[in-house]
């Protein structure tokens, strides 16, 4: 066994329980049924694809992420224990710190992608800047990507960064019941049923 291998053993003996359980749950749903269709993606968009797929264990793999990035962070493992919307924006914010301390940038989507995972739909202009900060991430990672990425995949991409962005305008149209993130899966194949209908009537 090598060294490094060691190491990282001993750091994982050093995590929660319950960390460290969601930490292996969601390396092995990676392995498991890893999308070729994402490779390349930025995470935000990966993690939008997830969520439209039913993936399981998504908040898992994003926790397992989290440790590779930034091991041991202490906020991580109380998201584990307690995935409420409080301590996901507490840890969306610690890991926005973390990008600006450690100067690296990458951590933001970290913390996107847990505002993404945490965020419920919206009823007023509570966390509205969470919200405005997750749709223009999403949107900024679609436009790079949309030129190079198959016709389908931009179509899935397409449909939730823009039903992400509608939310505030239509929650009198979707459940309370989902996170902001499945309802906008929702509204974003909503937004584009006429035009679908109307192309197959031209075909």
């Given at each position: 066994?090598?060294?490094?291998?060691?190491?990282?053993?001993?750091?994982?003996?050093?995590?929660?329980?319950?960390?460290?359980?969601?930490?292996?749950?969601?390396?092995?749903?990676?392995?498991?049924?890893?999308?070729q269709r994402l490779k390349g993606l930025p995470r935000l968009l990966r993690?939008?694809?997830?969520?439209?797929?039913?993936?399981?264990?998504?908040?898992?793999?994003?926790?397992?992420?989290?440790?590779?990035?930034?091991?041991?962070?202490?906020?991580?493992?109380?998201?584990?224990?307690?995935?409420?919307?409080?301590?996901?924006?507490?840890?969306?914010?610690?890991?926005?710190?973390?990008?600006?301390?450690?100067?690296?940038?990458?951590?933001?989507?970290?913390?996107?992608?847990?505002?993404?995972?945490?965020?419920?739909?919206?009823?007023?202009?509570?966390?509205?800047?969470?919200?405005?900060?997750?749709?223009?991430?999403?949107?900024?990672?679609?436009?790079?990507?949309?030129?190079?990425?198959?016709?389908?995949?931009?179509?899935?991409?397409?449909?939730?960064?823009?039903?992400?962005?509608?939310?505030?305008?239509?929650?009198?149209?979707?459940?309370?019941?989902?996170?902001?993130?499945?309802?906008?899966?929702?509204?974003?194949?909503?937004?584009?049923?006429?035009?679908?209908?109307?192309?197959?009537?031209?075909?």
């Amino acid at each position: 066994m090598s060294a490094d291998r060691t190491s990282d053993d001993a750091d994982d003996a050093d995590l929660p329980a319950v960390q460290r359980d969601a930490v292996s749950t969601g390396a092995a749903a990676d392995s498991a049924d890893w999308d070729q269709r994402l490779k390349g993606l930025p995470r935000l968009l990966r993690f939008a694809m997830l969520i439209s797929g039913n993936a399981r264990h998504i908040k898992q793999r994003l926790i397992a992420e989290i440790n590779e990035l930034c091991p041991n962070l202490p906020l991580n493992a109380a998201w584990a224990a307690a995935p409420d919307l409080g301590t996901g924006l507490a840890l969306a914010a610690e890991l926005d710190r973390c990008a600006v301390s450690q100067n690296e940038p990458n951590l933001r989507s970290l913390a996107d992608c847990v505002r993404l995972l945490c965020l419920p739909l919206p009823r007023d202009a509570t966390y509205f800047e969470e919200y405005r900060r997750v749709g223009k991430a999403l949107v900024q990672a679609f436009r790079k990507i949309e030129g190079d990425a198959e016709e389908q995949l931009c179509c899935d991409l397409e449909r939730f960064a823009f039903g992400w962005a509608a939310l505030p305008a239509c929650t009198d149209l979707l459940s309370k019941n989902f996170s902001a993130a499945v309802n906008a899966t929702i509204l974003g194949a909503n937004m584009v049923e006429r035009r679908i209908a109307a192309a197959k009537t031209a075909v």
